[in-house]
Each structure stands twice: as C-alpha cells, then as structure tokens.
C-alpha cells in the first residue's frame, strides 16, 4: 500500500493541477474574466512555487512534478484573466447582444 500511494497523490496532483484549465475554457468561451480573483491566483503561485522548492530539497519527485504542473497552468490562468481583462477594458471582443 505504501508503495502505491506516493503514484496516487502524483496522480491525483496531476489532475488538480490541470483543473484550472477548465476555468481558462470557460474565460475563453464567455470572454469574461471578471469574476476570477488576480490575488488569488498570485496566492497559489506562491504556494506552488514553495511547494515546489520544498520538493526539490526533499528530492520528492511527487511533489516537484504536481507543483511544477500547478505553477504552470496557474501562470497561464493568469495569463489568460490579465488578456481578457484588458480586452474587456479596451471594448475589445465584447459580445454584440445579437
């Protein structure tokens, strides 16, 4: 059992960590990224990323390859909320209501 639950957890880390792209879907398709929090996707990188150094000095390859996954996906949801609300802000992309 003990064996099995350090690929459980990477597993189970790899799909939390790529759940966010669900989010930057749904920002793409609705052209809308109003409702997403820039601080707390700045929080999350930040956890990621000490996370991440936390698994490097452990050598716990778990942890370093869920949160290098997760540090990257958050940046491109941030990413994505910072273009599309600049979009939003400039007029550009705005559904016509036709």
Same mark, same amino acid.
């Given at each position: 059992? =003990? *064996? =099995?639950? &350090?690929?459980?957890?990477? +597993?189970?880390? =790899?799909?939390?960590? =790529?759940? &966010? +792209?669900?989010? +930057? /879907?749904?920002?793409? /398709? *609705?052209?809308?990224?109003s409702g997403i929090s820039v601080i707390w996707i700045c929080i999350l990188i930040v956890g990621f990323l000490l996370w991440l150094a936390y698994g490097l000095a452990l050598k716990a390859a778990p942890l370093i390859i869920t949160n290098t996954v997760s540090a990257v996906v958050a940046l491109a949801l941030l990413t994505t909320v910072l273009v599309f609300r600049r979009r939003a802000s400039q007029g550009v992309g705005r559904r016509s209501g036709l």
């Open positions: 059992m =003990l *064996e =099995l639950l &350090p690929v459980v957890t990477t +597993i189970w880390g =790899l799909v939390m960590a =790529l759940a &966010p +792209i669900l989010q +930057i /879907r749904l920002i793409a /398709r *609705e052209k809308d990224a």
